[in-house]
């Protein structure tokens, strides 16, 4: 598992965007598979996409062709671009990783950031 920081979170409007950022700690970052969940308030927290280190992706069917995962792994960063965004899309964003991949599907990591959050709202 990497420590990690979430930043870029915010309030806009239905149909805005907002840019999240993830940097992580560690020289061995590339190795990592890399994960954006949620947590809207009384959820469960959900995977909403994952790249592996060769930066192949995988997103969640709820938001498939409004967000997009990428990484740069010479600055040990991931990002979650979200578009087109919805009153549903209000949660507390997180990112993790781990070199398992059955970890970050499931998110049964030991620990988490402090996350950021996004209120989507008009």
């Known amino acids: 598992q990497v420590q990690v920081v979430e930043s870029g979170g915010g309030s806009v409007q239905p149909g805005g965007s907002l840019r999240l950022s993830c940097t992580a700690s560690?020289?061995?970052?590339?190795?990592?598979?890399m994960g954006w969940y949620r947590q809207a308030p009384g959820k469960k927290r959900e995977l909403v996409a994952l790249?592996?280190?060769?930066?192949?992706?995988n997103i969640a069917g709820s938001v498939k062709g409004r967000f997009t995962i990428s990484r740069d792994n010479a600055k040990n960063t991931v990002y979650l671009q979200m578009n087109n965004l919805k009153p549903e899309d209000t949660a507390v964003y997180y990112c993790n990783g781990d070199k398992s991949l059955p970890i970050v599907v499931a998110g049964t990591f030991d620990s988490w950031g402090q996350g950021t959050q996004v209120t989507v709202s008009s």
């Open positions: 790249v592996t280190g060769g930066g192949g992706t």
């Open positions: 560690g020289n061995i970052f590339s190795s990592y598979i």
